[in-house]
């Protein structure tokens, strides 16, 4: 083996009784990329925290090429060579990219900064990662992908040799992703150690030397890249088979919900352009797309959150004007928002509150203006139960719920109902393994039950497993649906790149 | 139309302009630096008052007049620090914090006042600052003679206003009080402390405060009354998003308001038939109508009015 450049030994950290680590030890070769794979919970990020000195460890000792390493003082990790690239970027949007880059690099009080050399040394750090961003843009202007690109650049500008990544693909499209692992590679093969933390199997498999897993706060697990299956780490990480479920076959009712031509502006932007489809009950319409691609405007348009310029929609059969948010809630289309901590639910109110939000004026949730609380208690106490909440009931506050949890209410909320037609735009993401799987049997089980299911989604495998006909979203434009039986990956993957249109040219 | 037109052109208004505008450079200054942190102070009104009743206490018991500005700086930082220990350590709502401090601030200086100073017909009054002529400047043409009519503060409000945005957008110091003030996690992981930097704007830009109000009895009036700040600090929380955050456009702000104050109270004297509460109004009316074309697209500080926290996200 290389040199080792970082030790972690035997480390453990409780939070009120709740082991998060338990005696864990790893270690980390020079240009070596480790992934530390686990289910949200697992103790991954706890373990990043400790190494970066924002927590303090119960025992245990960290060690930078051999010398102990203060616990609990960030500058000293930072000095020692550690970078961290946080998953929610420590970054502010006001300020420009070179002055998020220098904050705290200077000795606070001289008389002057010195942005001539800071910017110099980070055009030669971008260029030589192929890091590329422009150092006068204003933060908030940026893309994520480059926003990322800014908080890596800020650990190797303070001269990090070893760099922590906490899930970096949680918030990337598929491309963006594909361009960060190859980064992560070029700085590899410079010499530098990474360590990234995911519960995704494919970028693991694909960007990871070595695969750390731990489950329940314990390394259960580590496996070289080369020497393991996708199947075998997801077993390790979740502690036993788990597999996710796939559609059978399964006849399709009348169609419920026909666009013809819509487009959709939003402040004198094109978001949908003349896009036409035709979801039936009973089936799942994949809509597949790498993300920015007018998914939100098509996801905003069903739910009533946004009116079209032009087209015709017709539900069940029928022509519609302009529906809003309660006419869509009431004419049986669940919603399943792309941004569920945003959108989806209120993480300050309690889990019945957002359980029946959107249906409070229904006359058995509130009578003359009183909540009826018994029964909106109950009512999310069936939805907890039923579609196995875990983490709280229905007096928790949302926020406590993990994102699995809260997207299992988000689902339970509209499925309780039998909708007739579900918008699930993202439904997965960011959801470990677990809750992928029962997430995607709760949505096939409406499929069977007789709900359209509008799927949009830029995860290929997710609509490959769960849809019956695919059609790709690319610039606003909609591709003529396809037989999911009769494309692959490959397939998708060209369709995605708009390849359909030279076709129809 | 002519009359305006006399007005605007005259050397009085001018100079009447810049006396006005210095307490309001100072609190707006003052108040920029806190929020800049991420800390809005609205005890400003209450160490306004204070500074202006300490200030002037300790000349009238004979310090001199710097040593006064001094002592109500001081009177100012530790209002700040009492402000800073709620919001920051304690993580108080900065709203109703800052509002007990300037109930707080303005009540003790009423008592204290009738404390120290005998009751009587005619208010006491001090020796002021006088005007300062600096030679050089005071020979341009125009501007000579309206440098000329102001006292010392006047000169270190332009000064501290320079001085400021220099401090805030050229030095490492003034880049940790912005992060601080957008996402003070940021500044925590770059190894910056958020909590002495909140600590450190919060008390420095209360002391400006309460030089503002200082301003009002040792240079602009010889005598304090209670209730002479009048809404002056709440101006300058206005002020600062008028300014965007940003401490050359504060001056400028402050700089506006004093033009329509000083030009209303010309234009009283030579319009008759309107009620002159109705030019009272201008300044303020005027105010609402820039805050309105200037800070709509203002970029706020992020973190402005967020407890930290540290470890919590």
Known sequence: MTETVLEIDRVSKSFGGNKANDAISLTLGRGEIVALLGENGAGKTTLMSILFGHYVPDEGHIRVAGVDLPPGRPRAAIHAGIGMVHQHFSLAPNLTVLENVMTGTEKLWSWRSQTGRARAKLKALAERFGLVVDPDARLGDLSVGEQQRVEILKALYNDARILILDEPTAVLTNLEAETLFATLKEMARQGLSLIFISHKLDEVMAAADRVVVLRGGKLVAERRAGETSKAELAELMVGHRVARPVREAHERGAPVLEAAAVSVRVDGVDRLREISFRLHAGEILGIIGVSGNGQAALAGLLSGTLLRSSGDILLYGEGVGDLSVAETVASGIGRIPEDRTREGAIGEMAVWENAVLERIDEPRFSRRGLVNRSAAVAFADAIVRSFDVRGGGPLTRTRLLSGGNMQKLILGRNLAEHPRILIAAQPARGLDEGAVAAVHARILDARKAGTAVLLISEDLDEVIALADRIQAIVGGRLSPPVSADEVDARALGLMMAGAWKKEAA | ?313
């Open chain 2, 1 to 313: 139309m002519s009359i305006v037109l006399d007005i605007v052109a005259s050397i009085g208004l001018w100079a009447a302009v810049l006396r006005i505008a210095t307490p309001l450079i100072f609190g707006t200054l003052g108040a920029l630096l806190c929020e800049r942190a991420g800390v809005l102070n609205l005890g400003i009104e209450g160490i306004m008052t204070f500074g202006a009743m300490i200030g002037w206490l300790a000349v009238y018991q004979g310090a001199d007049l710097w040593t006064g500005l001094l002592v109500a700086a001081l009177s100012g930082a530790v209002f700040g620090l009492l402000h800073a220990a709620l919001t920051v350590t304690l993580g108080l709502s900065q709203h109703v914090s800052g509002l007990g401090v300037t109930l707080f601030a303005s009540s003790l200086s009423y008592y204290l006042f009738r404390l120290l100073v005998p009751l009587s017909g005619s208010p006491p009054t001090i020796e002021p600052f006088a005007p300062l002529s600096v030679p050089g400047l005071a020979d341009l043409p125009f501007i000579g003679p309206v440098l000329s009519a102001q006292t010392p503060p006047t000169y270190l409000a332009l000064l501290l206003a320079l001085g400021l945005a220099y401090a805030i957008f050229r030095t490492p110091l003034g880049l940790a009080i912005r992060m601080t003030g957008e996402n003070p996690h940021a500044a925590e992981a770059q190894g910056v402390d958020p909590m002495a930097v909140r600590y450190g704007a919060v008390i420095v830009g209360s002391a400006l405060m309460a030089v503002g109000g200082a301003f009002l009895t040792l240079s602009a009036f010889n005598s304090f009354f209670p209730t002479m700040v009048q809404g002056r600090g709440w101006i300058s929380i206005a002020l600062v998003v008028f300014a965007s955050w940003r401490p050359g456009r504060a001056l400028f702000g402050a700089l506006l308001f004093a033009f329509f104050d000083a030009f209303q109270l010309r234009l009283q004297t030579v319009v008759d038939g309107v009620p002159y509460q109705l030019f009272l109004m201008t300044p303020y009316i005027l105010s609402i109508v820039a805050l309105c074309v200037m800070a709509r697209h203002a970029r706020v500080p992020q973190a402005l009015m967020q407890p930290y926290r540290r470890g919590e996200r």
